[in-house]
């Protein structure tokens, strides 16, 4: 059973980085479309940033076009979002989640099979 586990959530001040990791348990990981979500108190969970198990495509939602990147270790299994000029609107918890069933990233969270516990982020202003 593939698990995620995600790290690197915490406080920083608004302007300042953040990196997340998600570590993939399984050998699945380099076949597996890998994407960011985020999920804020009263609201929906929210697209942030994908990358193909091929070519390492990359998609971006529009609020952190810019300012988050998205990258993958497939020797480590693992993926990561490096996060700069972080706002307050991005505190939010943050999912990693896996789709065996789609080439790209894509927006919908119904399209990811795997989803780690999450790690809370909280910018300060």
């Known amino acids: 059973q593939v698990q995620l586990v995600e790290s690197g959530g915490g406080v920083v001040q608004a302007g300042g980085s953040l990196r997340l990791s998600c570590s993939h348990s399984?050998?699945?990981?380099?076949?597996?479309?890998m994407a960011w979500f985020r999920q804020a108190p009263g609201k929906e969970r929210e697209f942030v940033a994908g990358i193909s198990f091929f070519d390492d495509i990359t998609k971006y939602g529009d609020s952190v076009k810019g300012r988050f990147t998205i990258s993958r270790d497939n020797a480590k299994r693992t993926v990561y979002l490096q996060m700069n000029s972080l706002k307050p609107e991005a505190t939010a918890v943050y999912y990693c989640?896996?789709?065996?069933?789609?080439?790209?990233?894509?927006?919908?969270?119904?399209?990811?099979?795997?989803w780690g516990q999450g790690t809370q982020v909280t910018v300060a202003s």
């Open positions: 989640a896996d789709s065996q069933r789609f080439a790209a990233a894509v927006i919908s969270p119904q399209a990811y099979d795997v």
């Open positions: 399984g050998r699945t990981f380099n076949t597996a479309t």
